[in-house]
């Protein structure tokens, strides 16, 4: 028998990720998303190639654990600041987006090590 077909879901509103296999929910996430100038893409796309560790060139930052999911750089990856990410994601929906990312995903590092073992290349990542 076929094994159901694994797809990332990243909820903005929420701030969520979900792992599924077909359409049973096997993680949850918390997450941070980009911020209104550095927007999260929403669409469906796939997970274009994956790597650990990785260093942006752009920004010059871990993000370790990289699903990339757009030709541009953006990915679900760890999140490395000085301020833990639970703290990060309150203060982004109450301070303001200023917390947010530049566009990717960031999960705490046990979450990005989860979903990284998880995923694949190929998986569908849906944002809405």
């Known amino acids: ?5 694994k797809s990332i879901k990243v909820n903005l509103a929420q701030q969520i990720v979900q792992a599924c ?6 993680f949850s996430f918390d997450c941070v998303t980009g911020d209104n100038e550095h927007p999260t893409y929403r669409g469906v796309f796939r997970v274009l190639r994956t790597v650990h560790p990785y260093r942006s060139h752009t920004y010059n930052v871990q993000m370790d654990y990289a699903l990339f999911f757009t030709h541009d750089g953006k ?3 760890q999140y490395h ?13 109450s301070v303001g ?4 990312s530049h566009g990717c995903v960031r999960l705490s590092e046990a979450d990005a090590k989860v979903l990284y ?9 849906q944002v809405s």
Do not use: N
Request: no cysteine; glycine share 16%.
């Open 1 to 5: 028998m076929a094994s159901a077909a």
């Open 21 to 26: 296999e077909g359409s049973t929910k096997v």
């Open 75 to 77: 990915a679900l990856h």
């Open 81 to 93: 600041g000085v301020v833990p990410l639970s703290v990060v994601r309150t203060a982004r929906g």
């Open 97 to 100: 987006d200023w917390f947010g």
């Open 117 to 125: 073992g998880w995923a694949s290349v190929g998986t569908t990542v």
